[in-house]
């Protein structure tokens, strides 16, 4: 049997790669993989790394999932439909954000192309992966025979899942599609091993880590292993199944919302699972979480999602799944055997921090780091150029092809632990921020983004560097961007991370320190610490990794001094003034290699898309899991990895 | 006497039960069909009332549980505000309720031995064991359930000596399939118009549409369940959600007996399923299943029905239940309204104030407003 699979780079996709691997009935498998040549490239590294080396029988084609005909010519179609016998579809969207237009587009849009294919080739059968959460808001039984009933949607996943899905049952071609609806996927059963920390982890990430979450412990959470959906996949394609099934547990033999919570804990080292409190009390949370900071999940994304999630109202039924699998041997381990399991590896792979308390007392061992670390002891000394009336404080370290670091409101030395592993081979140069650092200007100055990328273009200048790898974290980020747009000849690469330019402005993370520039004096109360907390708790995905010492080491940098108070005021003021039209248009002129990378529970994280689409010379857009806007800190070696395998790229 | 709980229909056993006059409402087979196929928080007790020998001289099931849509009779705003209720705060504030009767009965009461001298002795034992099991398992209001008009009225009155209210349930339709042919149960049990109108559905049926009767119908489910999901999921009380697996159960189940009546039009497309309980003496349409997206529904539901009436009268079946909703097809087709009862008993402080309005409001139900209303053109 021909089989094509797409998605093969994703969490369940992965696994149904590995079971059709295994199976010989797979006499042929054709991954269909992105046209960029350098995302495939990194797709099939990660998914040889991880299912072992490819086969002879298993063959990689380009194509475009969301562009008519797959961004195949006319001939190329053709001969693409008579060349294989079924199509597994598990490329989607799986963020649940409210971005309905991207979501509409990854998972509706390849679906028009099946169903052409399938009327053009009457052989054809398709495997299209959607979700049991196609049941929505639905309270009560949810059946393998269900779809329309009477449900809304939490989420623009949910809602364009269930549209692909009414595109195919309306379809002429509807007797040859089967639909495969998992619940919550995690990692491996007996392992848990994941390809990716996608799917349903940033759920566990929040279930295992907060104290207090908006949930009905009496609810059930549906988790299965992605082991289990992709062999479930895969045996249901090769034997030519038809029909919807929910690869789920069902009532009886998921976890309440109170067991799971207590399972994932454990998997943290945690002795007590998350406190639950009724959903309608979640806004009341969400103000208690300004003054008690590292009690509660509140980050945007990850609270909303708890809130809809955590509260499951339909419950899975699995008559036809477990009747088709049965028969092929295929069983469901139950999630109190695994679930723990799944939490402590992502937790070990991702979620560790040298400065996570959390983290020792667990006794967590991260896997080597994937980059050697350099000494810079030199990046404590700080230096200074002047640039007109501005006096720039930068650091540098390494020696090599230069590359420039800018910083947001986390500092310069939240770089510290990516700066260490680039300036092995490279001249790491981290640039101070005007307003947010010891960089000095007066009170009259221009403390805008667009003037400070004038101010690192002039230090460039002087440091004898006609042309560099650009990183910029943050309004770091924004900065970097003016830069590249007026100086692309200066611009090796772009790396943008977390840079809040596409959505609300001035970026939501500041909406406090914002509000204090406000007030009269009002940045003095930055002295407070908990009002310093409540300041720089966005920063971070994990409130444990806002510790007392780190949060001080932000306070310092930013409001350390009546000085810097000073300069806060102003660069607050001027973020307000920025126009960001002219950036956003000319960005779409932008040839640049560039890459995005942000924390994936950055609760903007649909905005890295936004920004990846909006840059032609956009390369990469790599999520970093279990992190927020401060992902370069909070995950320094995935980060470090991301960028260093960018970079020599760029530079080869 | 004493009163006994079973956690398991199998620890009671068939033949225990075979002495009672349990109908196909609490047939042995459907009710282990039931209890192997409960979801959610649903549990059941079985309650027997026995002789010093062991004997069961009376029997009923009690489900217990959050998931059962108590309020389905209530008005609309009260289910809307209800579930926004547990929507918002939670299941834990969900009604945890014991319902008394067998769930998806369409003629409720209490099974009792024919030797049973001490009725209300026994209901009096069976109703303090009821409450104890509400009060195990925190049930916040108990229902003793669809108590059929045939049950004695004395025995209804030992209930509301032990702290019920009661008020209407929907009514039940019955209807006499005692004849020796279709021909003649249409002659004589149906109006002229009705008459008229059945032979129309079998004309427009001819050669576009075959119905089936299946004994062993499991391999029929998963093309027929979708159906049955569709008529569950449009209707406008929407009581106990059945999952696929109990028709698998069902179709195991030989006390009853059971079929499947599945409708195929002429290009192969099914299009109506219904499953049917029967004994020697009488049968259930019980679930039917209609495919809303073909223009004749309405004639497909009415075809399922007639077939129905046909086979119960080839058996020589001597009575017909056709359940507790659509009354003006129903009695079109020759049913009679027969009262049913609903009992309750709060056992939450806060419910108890409302036991009176609910009695009030489903005086609607009874079979002689509901014939009225069917005269003046409107159906509940």
Redesign the interface.
Known sequence: MRIVLTGAASLAGAEVLKSLLQRREATSIRLLLPTDEALRRQELHRLESYVGLFPAALSVFEAELTAPRFGLSVNAWEQFAGSFDVAIHCAQRENRDHDLAAARSANLLPIETWIALLQHNPALTLHHLSTAFTAGTR???Y????LE??QGFHDAYERSKYEAEVRLRESRVSDRVTIHRPSHTLGHASTGAAFELSGAYPLAATLASASLLPG????RVDFVPADYVGASIAALALAGAS?TFHLAC???ASLSVKSAAAIAAGGLGRRKGAFLL???IAPALRIAGASSPGKLATRQQAFANARDLL?Q?P?F?T??AD?ALSAQGITRPAPERWLETAVRVAAARSWASSENPRAKSINVHLPASPVPVADVSAMNGRLYQRIGDINVAYHVAGDGEPVIFLHGVSGPHAWDGVVERIAVKRRAVVIETLGLSDTEGPETADYGPSAQAALVRGLLSRLDISSAHIIGNDVGGVIAQFFAVRWPHCVKSLVLSDCDAQGTWPPQHLSALTKLARLPGGTSALKLPIVARAAFRELAYDRRFLTSARVERYRETVAGSPEKRMRLRQFIRSLQKTDLATLQHMLGQLEVPTMIVWGADHGSASWARALYDSIPGARRLELIPFAGISCHEERPDLFAKSVTDFIDDVSR | MRARAHSSIDDIGAEALAELPTGLDFAFGILRAMEKTL???LLVRYVTVEDEHGTVLAFTPVYVGS?LNFNALLPKAIQSGY?AM????????ATRVAVVGALISDKGGIPMHSRLADRSGAVKLMLEEIDRIAKEHHAQLTMLKDIHQDFPAADRAVMVAGGYTEGYSLPTIRINTDYPSFEDYLNKQVSKNGRKHARKQFAKAEGLYTLTAHDDYDAW??RV??LH?AVF?KAKYQFE?L???FF?ECAKSTNPKTELLVCERNDGRIVGSMLIFYSESEQQNKRIGIDYDIADSGLIYNLLNYVGIQRAIARGIKTLWLGQSSYLVKTRMGGDLEDQYLLLKAHDPLLKPTLPLQRWWMNRYSAASIRAGLEQGTQI
């Not at chain 1, 009905?216 to 609810?219: K, L, N, Q, T």
């Open positions: 309270h009560g039984l059946t393998e025979f269900d009933c009477g009905d412990g009496r609810a029909g069902g009532w009886h009724p959903r309608i509260n109202g419950v039924d008559f036809l009747r | 979801w959610g928080e998931n579930n547990v929507a918002g705060l939670g299941m834990a504030m489910i998963p369940f979708g999901r999921l959600e999952p696929p697996s698998a």
